[in-house]
């Protein structure tokens, strides 16, 4: 187990881009896939990107495909996510989660990160867009 810490989220304005970070104690972020998921008002939580242990994988929402970037430092124990050209639906609350597994190549699809993945959540990070 170890614990997580997001941190970064504020309010901004569209267009703007943010960066999230998730801070990794207790082990090391080494043994662990990292992923990002977003929970809106009224909606369920759901998939936002995610990165293989060593950080030469990654895997994104189709919808946030090539607006945002997931990144890791191991050396710092740190996860980011970076959020460009943020939108209002954007608004939400941003958790990081941990776990050893990650999808081979060919099985990364938004089902897997959200089916039972995730052995370590943090607390959250809210990030609100205005227009």
């Known amino acids: 187990q170890v614990t997580l810490i997001e941190s970064g989220g504020t309010s901004v304005q569209a267009g703007d881009f943010l960066i999230l970070s998730c801070t990794i104690s207790g082990g090391s972020s080494r043994s662990y896939a990292m992923a990002w998921f977003r929970q809106a008002p009224g909606k369920e939580r759901e998939f936002a990107a995610a990165?293989?242990?060593?950080?030469?994988?990654?895997y994104y929402a189709d919808d946030l495909k090539g607006r945002f970037a997931i990144s890791r430092d191991n050396a710092k124990n740190t996860v980011d996510l970076q959020m460009n050209s943020l939108k209002p639906e954007d608004t939400a609350v941003y958790f990081c989660?941990?776990?050893?597994?990650?999808?081979?190549?060919?099985?990364?699809?938004?089902?897997?990160?959200?089916?039972?993945?995730?052995?370590?959540w943090g607390q959250g990070t809210q990030v609100t867009v205005t227009s």
């Open positions: 989660a941990a776990d050893t597994r990650f999808c081979g190549p060919a099985y990364c699809s938004t089902s897997y990160f959200e089916d039972d993945w995730g052995d370590n």
């Open positions: 990165i293989n242990w060593s950080g030469d994988t990654t």
